[in-house]
């Protein structure tokens, strides 16, 4: 591998951004676009195996094209494509500018007080037209932050709420909740107005992937959400989709669509997968796979808890002391890679990171810098 020469704050990391957003900052923004090159980046969750090099190569030749072309204003064929590889009806689905996009119109139109477990992902708080109309549901620390599912229904019930949402896997637990478990509950939450199901990283939970979404017609209040950046391992063409049975639910999200959300690059990539569906599974199990090395490996190390996961990424709590903001900062200047410091995640203490899988080769070298400054 090319040397690489370490960054340091003289070198220009820009540290505060870090304190600017709920999120994490993106690379590029805390040390340059060049730089951002020489770091392995566990912190923003995308399949490394997709799209494959021939899918880039292809994109990369549209590109001139693509960029001086307008995205189609109808969204119907990129529908088709991508109901094509979901096995689902084109008319179900909605496709988002990330899945960013639909949360904030789901949460702006459909929501008025929604139940939410805590920690999770925090556009589903922040983008509320009150925060206060999220009710947070904070399972207990001690136990792994493991959302029982009837305990969770059951307080849900208690305090008459409408709407509720689970994600699963979780982020940032990873915890997974088996389809039938999923299923029972959802029968049980059949007095909800509306049940959220954040399936953004199912795909990497098991073969078969242990999805609602074939299931998801006999349930006229679920609302299934995915994000295509993890699964499909292409967060910067900004790419979501929602499914329901329920077109009613659906119309009301449709008529605030922008036309044009996706762009022509994005519009293009959806038209790829129906030929690359095959290489698409292959990597999803590949992946799989290494998660699972990936979680031994770091079990192997004494300074940390290992949460086990259903999802391409493994949450970690750190027993040697160090906070997580410590650990992050160090194996950035010392080792080029960046990791996801938990903190800000409400619900949260200071010593919880979540790393995710790069393959093989890079997570092994995660493992050993994780070894090198905590053992
Ligand atoms: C559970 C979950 N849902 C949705 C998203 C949104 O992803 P995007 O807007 O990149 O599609 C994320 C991003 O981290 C997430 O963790």
Excluded at 4 to 25: D, M, W
Excluded at 287 to 295: E, K, N, S
Aim: glycine residues 6%; proline residues 6%.
């Amino acid at each position: 591998m090319a040397r690489v020469t370490p960054i340091s704050s003289a070198a220009g990391l820009k540290r505060h951004l870090f304190y600017q957003t709920s999120h994490s900052p993106a690379l590029a923004d805390l040390v340059g676009y060049e730089k951002a090159k020489e770091i392995i980046d566990f912190c923003f969750i995308a399949n490394p195996y997709f799209p494959t090099p021939e899918m880039l190569q292809d994109l990369q030749k549209n590109l001139p094209s693509l960029i001086k072309s307008y995205p189609s204003s109808s969204p119907i064929l990129s529908q088709q494509n991508l109901a094509a590889v979901l096995h689902v009806n084109p008319q179900n689905l909605i496709i988002g500018n990330g899945a960013t996009e639909l949360i904030v119109l789901i949460n702006m139109i459909l929501i008025d007080r929604i139940a939410v477990p805590i920690p999770t992902f925090g556009e589903y708080i922040e983008k509320l037209r009150d925060q206060s109309d999220a009710v947070l549901y904070a399972p207990d620390p001690a136990g792994r932050y493991e959302l029982r599912l009837m305990d969770y229904l059951d307080w849900v019930h208690e305090r008459k709420l409408k709407a509720v949402l689970v994600i699963n896997p979780g982020n940032p637990t990873g915890q997974f909740i088996s389809l039938e478990e999923m299923m029972d509950f959802i029968d049980r939450a059949g007095d909800m107005e509306l049940v959220i199901v954040d399936e953004s990283f199912i795909d990497f939970a098991g073969d078969p992937v242990p999805s609602l979404l074939p299931l998801a017609d006999r349930f006229s209040n679920l609302l299934i959400v995915r994000s295509m950046s993890k699964h499909c391992g292409v967060p910067g063409l900004r790419l979501g989709y929602c499914y329901s049975g329920n077109l009613y639910l659906l119309n009301r999200l449709r008529g605030l669509i922008p036309t044009w959300n996706l762009n022509t690059l994005a519009q293009y990539f959806l038209s790829l997968l129906p030929a690359t569906d095959a290489a698409y599974h292959e990597g999803r199990k590949r992946l799989i796979g290494d998660v699972r090395w990936l979680q031994g490996a770091l079990q192997s190390i004494s300074g940390l808890e290992v949460y086990p996961t259903g999802a391409n990424f493994v949450m970690l709590k750190i027993k040697s002391g160090m906070t997580a903001a410590e650990l992050q900062m160090r194996l950035l200047e010392e080792h080029q890679m960046y990791v996801r410091d938990c903190s800000n995640k409400l619900g949260m203490d200071n010593l919880h990171i979540r790393v995710a899988s790069q393959g093989r080769e890079r997570d092994a070298r995660l493992v050993e810098a994780l070894r090198a400054l905590l053992q």
